[in-house]
């Protein structure tokens, strides 16, 4: 079955500290990977996406992730976090040709000043 | 350029009543998807319309209908509304005609029913 699974539900950082989300799929065919990102009361936003290529994919932001076929994961990172960052993360995946994406459950980061 | 504009914003509605949601796309987008998110279920999705035609649908029981027209603007239509439809209903628009996720969303439809 096809899945996303985002480990942490819940990730509190200090302003000016690195960040590392995590992000594990389930598909059976080559994925499109996408993380949105969601401010309360606000629809999603699109950090950045992995079609091919190369697997460090660089988005808004600051933000950066990296696929690894061999983990299944799609983490994203961002070096240094400013209190703007505070807000919900969505890992997503889908096939091509389709808007229909699987998302993960989200993981709220809280930051601190 | 306006971004995905979705009507109304807040609805409160009772059990057993229906409900029409609207969203028009970024123009020029002419994919349109609709996404129901909860804070039990998550995001999950509904629909996907390309000139005017359902081109995906996600596993809603059949009270959840929707359509597209010509205008690429959709409505969605829930009908005998049950607690449980309680959420935020996202609609999303996309450039590229196949679809490639690349979502621009509204900022939601947040239904509470009584």
């Known amino acids: 079955a096809q899945s996303v699974t985002q480990p942490d539900i819940h990730i509190t950082v200090s302003e000016g500290a690195s960040l590392e989300l995590r992000c594990n799929y389930s598909?059976?065919?080559?994925?499109?990977l996408f993380w949105y990102v969601q401010s309360p009361g606000q629809g999603l936003q699109l950090l950045l996406k992995y079609f091919s290529g190369d697997t460090l994919v660089q988005g808004i932001k600051g933000f950066e992730a990296e696929f690894k076929r061999s983990q299944s994961s799609f983490n994203l990172r961002k070096p240094s976090v400013h209190w703007s960052d505070a807000a919900e993360y969505f890992c997503?995946?889908?096939?091509?040709?389709?808007?229909?994406?699987?998302f993960g459950t989200g993981t709220r980061l809280q930051v601190f000043p | 350029k306006a971004g995905v504009t979705q009507t109304p914003r807040y609805l409160i509605k009772t059990r057993g009543q229906q409900v029409t949601l609207s969203c028009s796309p970024i123009s020029g987008h002419r994919s349109v998807s609709w996404y129901q998110q909860t804070p039990g279920q998550g995001l999950q999705f509904l629909f996907e319309?390309?000139?005017?035609?359902?081109?995906n649908k996600g596993n809603f029981p059949g009270r959840f209908s929707g359509r597209q027209f010509s205008n690429s603007r959709s409505e969605m239509n829930v009908s005998t509304l049950e607690l449980g439809d309680s959420a935020l209903y996202l609609c999303?628009?996309?450039?590229?005609?196949?679809?490639?996720?690349?979502?621009?969303f509204g900022e939601g439809s947040r239904l509470t029913v009584l």
């Open positions: 598909y059976g065919a080559t994925p499109y």
């Open positions: 999303a628009s996309s450039l590229l005609n196949m679809g490639t996720g690349e979502l621009f």
């Open positions: 997503a995946v889908g096939p091509d040709n389709t808007d229909k994406l699987i």
């Open positions: 319309y390309f000139s005017e035609t359902q081109r």
